[in-house]
Nanobody, 118 residues
């Protein structure tokens, strides 16, 4: 079965750092664009960062310069390094795998909560 297993979330003070990991199984990982989304309380889920199979990255304006997305294809794992965290970064972070060729497919991880609070 397809699984996206996330880890690394937790409680951190403003200005701190966390590294999220998402390990994929059950898919041909290298043909998927991998993304990180977050959902804050009372808000819709939004894209935080993504990385294509070729290594091209995209970031939300709110996290540019602070977050870095990367992937280790040998480990079928995508990472989100989060630095200089702010309270507004609080939310549940979800790993996403998006197949870019037919047949289309889209998978989500279970989510890992991140709380940035003093």
């Amino acid at each position: 079965q397809v699984q996206l297993v996330e880890s690394g979330g937790g409680l951190v003070q403003p200005g701190g750092s966390l590294r999220l990991s998402c390990a994929a199984s059950g898919i041909i990982y290298n043909i998927y664009t991998m993304g990180w989304y977050r959902q804050a309380p009372g808000k819709q889920r939004e894209l935080v960062a993504s990385i294509t199979s070729g290594g091209s990255t995209n970031y939300a304006d709110s996290v540019k310069g602070r977050f870095t997305v990367s992937r280790d294809n040998a480990k079928n794992t995508v990472y989100l390094q989060m630095n200089s965290l702010k309270p507004e970064d609080t939310g549940v972070y979800y790993c996403n795998a998006d197949r870019m060729i037919w047949p289309s497919a889209n998978y989500w991880g279970q989510g890992t909560p991140v709380t940035v609070s003093s």
